[in-house]
């Protein structure tokens, strides 16, 4: 047995001494043996990153490629409005932001949740009787993105589960999966300009159903639900307790012969977290601004949900605040008109891209209603040559330079997406080449069968 001597919380010249005995098997280099352990490095990623997949990265960067180097690149894939120009934000907006940095009030740290001022700004601009929403029920976040991940992360834990619409935007996946939590997909049906089919939504339902994403309008689909298809998820919602996460950052998004209504003015009992921004509306997606509203009329989400909100946000102390500074100026002051042209470009290029892609054998687009987005169903069965929907876009892109989004990315194979952002005469040329690339590769019923014979 050996004897060591510790010292604990010693003072002054009499430090308390603890009488520590080792039994050592009469070998004292066993003790040894621990001190000269020599370390090894052993960093490895954690659990959360190794399960953090975006659907859309690994499919894209599956695509090797090349485009076609006799045509121009034409991409209409990527949901940035930005891109090619032609859809600047008002000179208002960038007004607003300029004079916020010039007064220099806005440099310093902001609340995790949002300037008070900032927050009553966007309460009121929503406000409504149906929905009504003060400063309290406003969590400023940065992004829309940031705001579906507060919303999901204070809603579910690991190993709980939340309902996502297929096809549906990839990141409600790849952020629940990170957590821990399960994704079941519900379907919308094309036929019904992609309404949620209702009977499969419930069936989903279970003991650990967290909350039901809704997204409208919708990204990839471009539709816009009726008011009583909404007040129909809303009576499933109400029927089986489970509160809603509404993506609505494409809210007022809609074309001239459809109304928008945001979920929570027809909600009398369901809790709803509203999650927007100014990204899509306001065309200014790297400005990083967006917002929880928080619909709770029967206080069922009560303290604790706010308090988890205030919590999480904390993690990175909220959005920028530059743009905090501008937000009542850009909700108040931004013109109608800036609005209302916007949306007649993206009808105007909806409607051009919808009447020629439905004049070419073998795809069958549907109609959007709003957003910035419509999905085309390639008819496999005529083009037997490609296995899925991810060949036929490659080879579209090698053939053609046109890239359009396989609709695989949102769980939906078959189709594929086309962003109506770009420039009209880039839209025709698009679409003209889509249609070359049909009439090369397209097989009647005789001609696909021939070919399914000879493989």
Request: a negative charge; hydrophobic letters at 40%; glycine letters at 6%.
């Amino acid at each position: 047995m050996d004897s060591y001597l510790i010292q604990v919380n010693g003072h002054g010249d009499h430090a308390p001494m603890l009488d520590v005995h080792l039994k050592t098997n009469g070998n004292s280099k066993s003790l040894g043996k621990v001190k000269d352990r020599k370390p090894r490095w052993a960093v490895r990623a954690s659990e959360m990153s190794k399960k953090t997949f975006n659907p859309v990265r690994a499919i894209v960067d599956s695509m090797k490629v090349e485009p076609n180097p006799k045509k121009a690149m034409i991409s209409l894939s990527l949901g940035d409005p930005t891109v090619f120009g032609n859809l600047p934000t008002n000179d208002e907006v960038t007004r607003a932001v300029k004079e916020v940095l010039d007064s220099g009030r806005y440099n310093g740290y902001a609340p995790s949740v949002g300037y008070q001022s900032c927050r009553e700004a966007v309460a009121t601009y929503y406000n409504c009787p149906e929905a009504p929403l003060e400063a309290q029920d406003v969590i400023l976040t940065s992004g829309c993105s940031q705001a579906i991940e507060l919303a999901l992360a204070v809603l579910a834990n690991p190993g709980q589960n939340i309902l996502v619409p297929r096809p549906g935007f990839s990141l409600y996946k790849t952020l629940a999966l990170s957590m821990g939590i399960e994704v079941k997909l519900y379907n919308l049906l094309p036929e019904k300009a992609w309404e949620i089919d209702l009977k499969h939504l419930e069936s989903l339902v279970d003991e650990k159903t967290a909350c039901l994403i809704v997204n409208n309008p919708s990204n990839p689909c471009g539709s816009v639900f009726s008011k009583s298809h909404l007040q129909k998820i809303l009576a499933v919602a109400s029927r089986q307790c489970v509160p809603i996460l509404a993506d609505e950052i494409y809210g007022d998004m809609v074309f001239a012969d459809c109304k928008y209504e945001p979920i929570a003015t027809l909600s009398t009992n369901v809790p709803i977290l509203s999650c927007g921004g100014l990204a899509k509306r306001w065309l200014v997606p790297g400005w990083r601004m967006g917002w929880i509203l928080i619909h709770d009329r029967r206080d069922i989400f009560g303290n604790e949900i706010r308090d988890g909100l205030l919590r999480l946000s904390q993690r990175i102390l909220g959005p920028c605040t530059i743009v905090q500074g501008a937000l009542e100026r850009i909700l108040h002051r931004t013109p109608p008109e800036f609005y209302h042209n916007t949306l007649s470009i993206l009808k105007s290029n909806a409607d051009l891209c919808y009447a020629a892609l439905s004049a070419i054998p073998g795809l069958q687009p549907v109609r959007p209603a709003g957003a910035m987005y419509l999905m085309v169903e390639i008819e496999m069965e005529h083009f037997p040559e490609f296995e899925n929907d991810v060949e036929f876009t490659e080879r579209l892109i090698s053939e053609q330079s046109v890239f359009c989004l396989p609709a695989t990315c949102f769980e939906y194979p078959n189709f594929f997406r086309v962003v109506i952002t770009v420039p009209e005469e880039m839209i025709l040329e698009a679409c003209s080449r889509i249609q070359e690339f049909c009439e090369m590769h397209y097989q009647g019923a005789e001609g696909a069968q021939d070919l399914e014979c000879d493989k």
